[in-house]
Nanobody, 121 residues
Framework: QVILVESGGGLVQPGGSLRLSCEYS?????????WSWYRQAPGKQREMVAA???????VYNNTAKGRFTITRNKAKNTVYLQMNSLKPDDTGVYFC??????????????WGQGTQVSVSS
């Protein structure tokens, strides 16, 4: 079992920054291979924004490249998503996802409850 708890969302003006956190715990936490951040915009499907493996390899979707950075703090069992130069299109609920086996185009079995990010003037 893996428990994921997100925090750090909020309302920010265009061009601003936010840092999301995903704290992971549970008996299966030490076996996680990859952590991902997904965004679900209103009326749209959930899409992967960024992901990082236990080897610290990171990947980003095209909209996140150059603006977002995903990192992990092993000592705190936390994955972060630093988001800079935010745009209104970045608005949505951001979910943390964990996969114990692989980093793939489909999400792993564990999800957090999500945190709302709203970018608006």
């Amino acid at each position: 079992q893996v428990i994921l708890v997100e925090s750090g969302g909020g309302l920010v003006q265009p061009g601003g920054s936010l840092r999301l956190s995903c704290e992971y715990s549970g008996g299966g936490a030490s076996s996680i291979y990859a952590w991902s951040w997904y965004r679900q915009a209103p009326g749209k499907q959930r899409e992967m924004v960024a992901a990082i493996t236990q080897n610290e390899d990171a990947v980003y979707n095209n909209t996140a490249k150059g603006r977002f950075t995903i990192t992990r703090n092993k000592a705190k069992n936390t994955v972060y998503l630093q988001m800079n130069s935010l745009k209104p299109d970045d608005t949505g609920v951001y979910f943390c996802n964990a996969d114990p086996w692989t980093l793939a185009s489909t999400p792993g079995p564990y999800w957090g409850q999500g945190t709302q990010v709203s970018v608006s003037s």
